[in-house]
């Protein structure tokens, strides 16, 4: 079946990278996404990878896609007090839906 | 005006109550969905629409009512809910067009059953 796997909470320093990992299990998945979602508001996207693409980069955001391992990362460079949110990982999966990881709750302290 | 807006933003009703969730969608996408955010619990996929047509029902209670009068809009309708109904509804819309098709939430409605 599909299922898309995250861990739950990440700490780090302001100023640190952080890095938030995924794993998935559907092998035909095309796309995969990070979306983010601060307090009181919805899901934002962020970036997404074409399943043949290893990696792509755009501003402080890295994704890298390990399709052999079924994994997918988020680095995200000098995280800010405004990254704190949780942040999902999602594959698309059959007939036009996403499948959603749980999210990995991101806290940024001083 | 932002992509895709919600209404009500906070809603609270008894368990007799009927109330609706709006959707509105500015983007020009030909799908959209209703997920509910529970607290420790990953999204779950309600309803699919695809062209005003539902293509996706994941075996949701019948006390929730979708309805799609056109491609950018959406309802969902509440009637004699439980309290373990309480959660966060977002709604969101897609392209669907078999490029990359990344949903664009909307900010979610809050709803609480007493």
């Known amino acids: 079946g599909e299922d898309v796997e995250q861990s739950l909470f990440l700490s780090v320093r302001e100023g640190d990278s952080s890095v938030i990992n995924c794993t998935y299990t559907?092998?035909?998945?095309?796309?995969l996404y990070w979306y983010k979602q601060e307090p009181g508001a919805g899901l934002q996207l962020l970036t997404y990878?074409?399943?043949?693409?290893d990696m792509k980069q755009d501003q402080r955001l890295t994704v890298l896609l390990n399709k052999k391992d079924k994994h997918l990362s988020l680095r995200i460079a000098d995280t800010q007090t405004g990254d704190s949110a949780i942040y999902f990982c999602?594959?698309?999966?059959?007939?036009?839906?996403?499948?959603f990881g749980a999210g990995t709750r991101l806290a940024v302290h001083p | 005006e932002t992509g895709v807006t919600q209404t009500p933003r906070h809603l609270v009703m008894g368990m007799t109550n009927k109330k609706s969730l709006k959707c509105e969608q500015h983007?020009?996408?030909?799908?959209m969905y209703w997920y509910k955010q529970s607290a420790k619990k990953p999204l779950e996929l309600m309803f699919v629409?695809?062209?005003?047509?539902?293509?996706e029902n994941n075996s949701v209670p019948s006390r929730f009512s979708p309805e799609c009068p056109n491609s950018s809009h959406l309802f969902l309708h509440l009637h004699t809910l439980q309290p373990e109904d309480s959660a966060l509804y977002l709604c969101?819309?897609?392209?669907?067009?078999?490029?990359?098709?990344?949903?664009?939430f909307g900010n979610g409605t809050r709803l609480t059953v007493t």
């Open positions: 969101a819309s897609s392209q669907g067009d078999g490029g990359p098709s990344p949903l664009h």
């Open positions: 990878i074409f399943s043949n693409m």
């Open positions: 983007l020009g996408h030909n799908a």
């Open positions: 999602a594959e698309d999966g059959q007939r036009n839906k996403l499948i």
């Open positions: 629409y695809s062209l005003e047509e539902r293509v």
């Open positions: 559907d092998s035909s998945s095309t796309y």
